[in-house]
């Protein structure tokens, strides 16, 4: 008797190897895969030990594919589709291109099964195009189903959630996810801690030495912190997230970039040196993306490695998917453990790529814009400090803007409109509102504002750095905002008259339910504004006059 021949798979758009490896593990053999960034091949290829092809998969002529393929996976590219990508505002149709490439492909070769990963937007895209008249109605003899997956439902220690298309047994695949257990970040960190490292998902170990790319870097200077916190907890727009992370339950998506300060880097305060908040290391990345302790990332650089890894499709759901493809039965999938002697580090490893180290270079016109916390509201509503670079110089001022995410209004506040306010007040209130204001107006006349930028870029030394001031502003803020809580009809006429003065008969259509419904907390930020606005002008057109002094010296 004959033994059955492997199923042979192709892996379209295959980066470093994602569905490549889980496929191999399954037991299923890779005749090739196709991609075009060149680094992704060479990892796919040191690692997954088949034939990687560095082409343009829309200039593959049918002619170069491989007989007799019985699946078809790949990933197609989805920056087009991705909300990070113009706010979601993508090319559309480029993304179509590729999606309909790869749909190509599975028509001609006609193998039993395949599939298709995405990000989760392209779902309702894919069926929308599918109805009569769509782009891909070509393809609906090709039974295309789609399913929107969170990996944490399949063992692995991150919510990532994707699309993924194909004529495949969506029942077993959920069939497995419902027997395997839960991981958290804090094990995988936990894991890769230890001086003996054991994989958190293959269970292979090697001595810490042997552990590459796992060098955790310096941690966040309070400034970074800050922002970090910030575009976390008080981000005007977005939901708040829990800062740093939180170890207990598993990560957040695995982007492809992650700065230091940005709202989607993912920020980790370890059990072994709670102090030392950080970013997580490459290694520890590549471990909640699902792969490996041994597999090596041959990037030139630490970017380079961060896009590999966020691109990727875990290799650890993959691998549940080729036992989809072969009908491997719930009860009989070996767990991946079973594979660990398999497992091997490649050799020569890749260059070094130590983490990106704080206090790099900002630009002379860095920018600062942060809310100011006591006088915000959600989804948008807010008031908020911010630097403006023109020509070589730098202005400073507290902006208002409210209205509507597709609709942004901007209120601009000044001496003038402060004046036509004060009118609003009541005088025993006026004088209230005024020891306040005059608490901001002394704070900013004492502060340096002349160097405030100079010491946000880290160019020099200035009395005031830029939180201080916002800080300040908040501050004051807290107290406004108790004081006008007692007369909110007198906060409400402060708004009716702020939108007449600035807007006359053009009054905004959006936005001035909500501004009522918050009026004290608005009231107090359009006072602090104008004043704030005030003094900052006075302050930044004195610097403006000395430097064109010493310039006319
Ligand atoms: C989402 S990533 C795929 C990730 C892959 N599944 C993995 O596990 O690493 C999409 C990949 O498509 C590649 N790509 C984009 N356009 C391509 C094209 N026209 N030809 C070949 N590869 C392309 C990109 O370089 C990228 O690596």
Redesign the pocket.
């Known amino acids: 008797m004959t033994a059955a021949r492997a199923l042979r798979a192709i892996?379209l758009?295959?980066?470093?190897?994602?569905?490549s490896l889980g496929l191999r593990l399954a037991g299923i053999e890779v005749v090739a895969s196709?991609?075009?960034?060149g680094p992704?091949n060479e990892t796919n290829f040191k690692n997954n030990h088949h034939l990687a092809q560095t082409?343009?998969?829309?200039r593959l002529s049918f002619a170069d594919l491989p007989d007799g393929i019985d699946i078809v996976v790949?990933?197609?590219?989805?920056t087009q589709f991705s909300l990070s990508n113009r706010g979601g505002n993508g090319d559309l149709e480029e993304g179509l291109e590729?999606i309909i490439t790869f749909l190509r492909v599975v028509d001609h070769l006609k193998p039993k099964v395949w599939a298709m990963?995405n990000v989760p937007r392209v779902a309702p895209i894919i069926t929308k195009e599918l109805q009569n008249g769509g782009r891909l109605h070509r393809f609906s003899h090709l039974g295309v189903h789609t399913h929107i997956l969170n990996m944490e439902e399949f063992g692995l220690p991150q919510r990532r959630r994707r699309c993924v298309a194909g004529n495949f047994d969506i029942d077993l695949l959920r069939d497995y996810g419902s027997r395997l257990g839960c991981s958290t970040l804090g094990e995988v960190v936990t894991a890769l801690s230890q001086d003996t490292v054991c994989d958190p998902l293959y269970g292979l170990s090697i001595p810490k030495a042997q552990l590459v790319d796992h060098v955790p870097e310096v941690a966040l200077n309070p400034e970074e912190l800050r922002i970090n916190r910030a575009s976390k907890t008080a981000h005007p727009v977005y939901n708040a997230m829990p800062f740093p992370d939180r170890m207990e339950r598993a990560v957040r998506t695995i982007t492809a970039t992650c700065t230091r300060v940005s709202r989607e880097s993912i920020v980790i305060a370890p059990l072994e040196a709670p102090q030392s908040t950080r970013r997580l290391t490459i290694r520890e990345r590549a471990s909640l993306q699902g792969f490996p302790i041994t597999f090596q990332f041959y990037g030139a650089t630490y970017s380079q490695k961060l896009k590999?890894i966020g691109?990727?499709?875990p290799p650890a759901f993959t691998y549940l998917m080729g036992h989809v493809f072969r009908g491997t039965g719930a009860a009989a999938l070996p767990p991946l453990s079973r594979h660990a002697e398999q497992l091997h580090a490649p050799d020569p490893p890749p260059v070094l790529t130590p983490p990106d180290r704080p206090g790099s270079q900002y630009p002379p016109n860095r920018s600062f814009r942060f809310a100011i916390q006591s006088l915000q509201l959600k989804s948008g509503v807010r008031f908020e400090l911010r630097n403006r670079s023109v020509g070589g110089w730098t202005n400073w001022s507290v902006n208002f803007y409210f209205g509507t995410p597709k609709n942004i209004i901007a209120l601009q506040m000044d001496e003038d409109l402060r004046i036509h306010l004060s009118k609003v007040l009541p005088s025993s209130l006026r004088r209230r509102v005024d020891a306040l204001l005059a608490q901001v107006s002394t704070y900013i006349g004492e502060a340096d504002i002349e160097n405030m930028q100079r010491v946000w870029t880290h160019k020099g030394v200035g009395g005031t750095r830029p939180f201080m001031l916002l800080d300040e502003l908040d501050r004051t803020g807290q107290r406004m905002v108790e004081l006008l809580q007692s007369e909110p009809e007198i906060a409400g006429a402060v708004i009716d008259a702020a939108i007449a003065v600035r807007f006359g008969d053009e009054r905004p259509v959006v936005g001035l339910a909500k501004l009522g419904r918050n009026a004290p907390i608005i009231a107090a930020g359009l006072f602090i504004g104008s004043s704030a606005n005030t003094m900052l002008q006075a302050c930044q057109a004195g610097a403006a006059g000395r430097s064109a002094k010493t310039l006319s010296c």
């Open positions: 892996d758009y295959s980066g470093i190897g994602g569905w196709y991609e075009r960034w992704a082409v343009d998969i829309r790949g990933s197609p590219p989805c590729d990963e590999m691109n990727a499709i």
